[in-house]
């Protein structure tokens, strides 16, 4: 509590102050559980499979339903923050996704789970970038705006690590259905909390005509698209028709969008954004990471089950390491960024987290979890945590207030996609693998283990490349003094509409 009564009251418009640990918990309440919902759902994806006979591909879309509709909605979603006023916003992205978690739980085939699922991503995309420009815009002295992202990435990394123990208690001990339902208490609780304390921010402009729908649509049937290309590899070779056609429709689309922001008076995501250094850098580490990240916990978690046989349970306990480690590096980031700025932590962590991948390669059947899965993994962990805040920071800090909501929206878009696009290459790469080793041979129960072991290897190995790719990207792009330069002219420019405001 120390944290939250440091933090200084936040300068929105309203017609009564609003108490600053009220917005910084709602909107942390908001990130844990929409982060909850990712780490409690890939430790109960082996059950899905099993209970709603899914095949592999089926099975990758589970999570992939979730974050495209995620990450190709979540720049509409800051936007809309923005134009239609964040409290407003914030409470139909909360109402959508409890609603979605529901039917989720009740799903009685695989497709209805997957429909839910990207609904799910959907009203996640309208609630997350809501929570992050409410802290951005609300706390303008640069140490309480540091204070409060750190805490805001210190509750999504704590997610993680609780989803994955909630996810095996959940699946062992009542059904896989309970962890999606179990959204639906905290976001009937964080609904009323939100209309009772909130109060709404003035939106810039109103109407649909200020959201730039073709761009959203287009953005997000285009990574459809090309998730849907590189997912089907399995039994589509790369140069085939369907594969090439798909690609093709995917660059159209994506090439579509970008002269659609051009063209439009409202774009959805203005190119001008790109201008800043550190934005577009924090994005390419992003898109990176989410692909790195996502990757990382789905596969070990099929490992430690459909290899090794961990129950649930014991699955989501053998993870909880490394997601506390993502806790730890969160907060330790959070004070040290002021200190070294963004740069050095995001050219650091990935490089600890590509060696605890590399270590992860090592995998085979059978191995014990003390000895060759409880350090690296913890390793993985603390190095991609570290880059949260950080990358969070040199996004967001170096646009003018009326932008925070599009930044947000952009840093958290960067890694939704790079989720869906990463998951989808580097599970290709592994199912590739798997059918490499088992060609020719009868499928008994080791040779399928040290197959499917052989396949997670590999990916863990290209996983370490892209952590790799991160660090050279903070080396090259990000600036030195990102975090002091962006929020001397975020605190700048809210002093400015404060007084524009007030005359």
């Not at 990450?71 to 996704?97: N, Q, T, Y």
């Not at 805001?152 to 009542?174: C, D, E, N, P, Y």
């Not at 953005?219 to 140069?239: E, K, Q």
């Not at 993994?377 to 599009?406: E, Q």
Request: aromatic share 6%; with cysteine.
């Amino acid at each position: 509590m120390a944290v939250l009564a440091d933090l200084e009251m936040p300068t929105i418009r309203s017609r009564r102050p609003v108490p600053s640990w009220a917005v910084l918990v709602i909107a942390c309440m908001a990130q844990f559980m929409v982060v909850l919902d990712i780490s409690i759902v890939n430790v109960a994806l082996p059950a899905m499979k099993h209970s709603l006979d899914l095949s592999s591909t089926a099975q990758q879309w589970i999570v992939n339903a979730y974050t495209l509709t995620f990450g190709g909605f979540l720049l509409l979603g800051g936007r809309a923050a923005d134009l239609f006023g964040r409290k407003r916003v914030f409470l139909i992205g909360l109402a959508l996704f409890t609603l979605a978690s529901v039917a989720g739980g009740f799903a009685q085939s695989g497709g209805m789970l997957i429909a839910a699922r990207a609904l799910q991503g959907l009203g996640g995309a309208i609630l997350a970038p809501a929570t992050l420009s409410l802290l951005t815009t609300n706390y303008t002295d640069p140490k309480a705006r540091t204070r409060a992202l750190t805490a805001w990435g210190a509750t999504a990394a704590s997610g993680g690590a609780f989803g994955s123990v909630l996810g095996g208690v959940l699946t062992q001990v009542l059904d896989w259905r309970w962890v999606l339902f179990v959204n639906v208490p905290i976001g009937i609780v964080l609904l009323v909390a939100a209309a009772r304390s909130l109060t709404e921010s003035r939106g810039t402009l109103s109407g649909l005509r200020s959201l730039d729908l073709p761009g959203a649509v287009t953005v997000t049937a285009g990574l459809a698209a090309l998730v849907y290309a590189i997912v089907t590899t399995d039994t589509h070779s790369w140069g085939s028709v369907h594969t090439l056609a798909l690609l093709g429709v995917a660059a159209v689309l994506l090439v579509t969008f970008v002269f659609i922001e051009s063209r439009v008076e409202h774009p959805l995501v203005p190119l001008r954004i790109f201008a800043s250094r550190s934005l577009s850098g924090a994005n390419g580490i992003a898109l990176l990471l989410g692909a790195v990240l996502t990757a990382f916990i789905f596969f070990m978690s099929l490992y430690l089950q459909q290899v090794n046989g961990y129950s649930p349970l014991k699955a989501g306990l053998a993870i909880l390491p490394a997601t506390l480690g993502s806790l730890a590096a969160s907060l330790i980031a959070g004070k040290l960024v002021g200190r070294v700025g963004p740069r050095v932590l995001l050219a650091v962590g990935p490089l600890v987290g590509a060696a605890g991948l590399v270590w992860m390669a090592q995998l085979s059947p059978g191995d014990s979890y003390l000895a060759h899965i409880l350090v690296p993994s913890t390793l993985v962990g603390l190095g991609l945590a570290t880059c949260f805040v950080p990358m969070t920071m040199a996004a967001t800090g170096g646009v003018p207030v009326r932008d925070a909501g599009l930044a947000s929206g952009l840093i958290n878009t960067s890694r939704q996609v790079g989720a869906a696009v990463g998951l989808a290459g580097l599970a290709t790469l592994a199912i590739s693998r798997t059918d490499h080793v088992l060609a020719g041979h009868p499928a008994t129960p080791a040779l399928t283990g040290s197959a499917l072991s052989s396949g997670y290897d590999q990916a863990f190995l290209y996983g370490a490349g892209v952590a790799v790719l991160m660090a050279l990207i903070a080396a090259l792009i990000i600036p030195k003094l990102a975090v002091q330069r962006a929020d001397a002219a975020v605190e700048a420019e809210a002093l400015d509409m404060v007084a524009l405001e007030g005359a």
